[in-house]
């Protein structure tokens, strides 16, 4: 059962990801990164039956960092405020939370103008 919600998870992260202007996803090491003009704004993958995220998240790093399935990424990413969001098989991962980080980071590394078409094309 869980491992259904993870890939509905999966599946849904992917969609989001792929509806940002100029996502691109990419395969290096055996993960999905996604990217905008070069630019990493989602690594997902699935190893040992966990699903896993990275996201850059300069304004709600902190905040992040106190749901239980959030830690500081590795390999010196912590000190660019990436974090690393691991789910268990039985997880439930909150779709709501990850897809407000997936903007978070987005953003974060998108252009400016490019973001910018985000707001552009929000409905009022």
Same mark, same amino acid.
């Given at each position: 059962?869980? $491992?259904?919600? !993870?890939?509905? #998870? @999966? #599946? /849904?992260?992917?969609?989001a990801a792929? /509806?940002?202007?100029e996502a691109r996803e990419d395969h290096p090491w055996g993960e999905s990164a996604f990217k905008v003009r070069g630019k990493t704004f989602l690594f997902m993958s699935q190893w040992e039956g966990r699903l896993n995220? #990275? &996201?850059k998240l300069p304004r709600s &790093? @902190? &905040? $992040? !960092? @106190?749901y239980p399935? $959030? #830690?500081p990424a590795g390999y010196g990413l912590a000190?660019?405020?990436w974090i690393y969001a691991r789910f268990e098989p039985a997880s439930d991962p909150p779709l709501d939370v990850l897809t407000a980080w997936l903007d978070e980071s987005f953003r974060a590394v998108a252009p400016k103008r490019l973001s910018a078409t985000l707001d552009a094309a929000a409905p009022d």
């Amino acid at each position: 059962m869980g $491992a259904n919600r !993870l890939k509905r #998870t @999966e #599946t /849904a992260m992917r969609k989001a990801a792929m /509806a940002y202007p100029e996502a691109r996803e990419d395969h290096p090491w055996g993960e999905s990164a996604f990217k905008v003009r070069g630019k990493t704004f989602l690594f997902m993958s699935q190893w040992e039956g966990r699903l896993n995220f #990275t &996201f850059k998240l300069p304004r709600s &790093f @902190e &905040f $992040a !960092l @106190e749901y239980p399935f $959030a #830690t500081p990424a590795g390999y010196g990413l912590a000190r660019a405020r990436w974090i690393y969001a691991r789910f268990e098989p039985a997880s439930d991962p909150p779709l709501d939370v990850l897809t407000a980080w997936l903007d978070e980071s987005f953003r974060a590394v998108a252009p400016k103008r490019l973001s910018a078409t985000l707001d552009a094309a929000a409905p009022d």
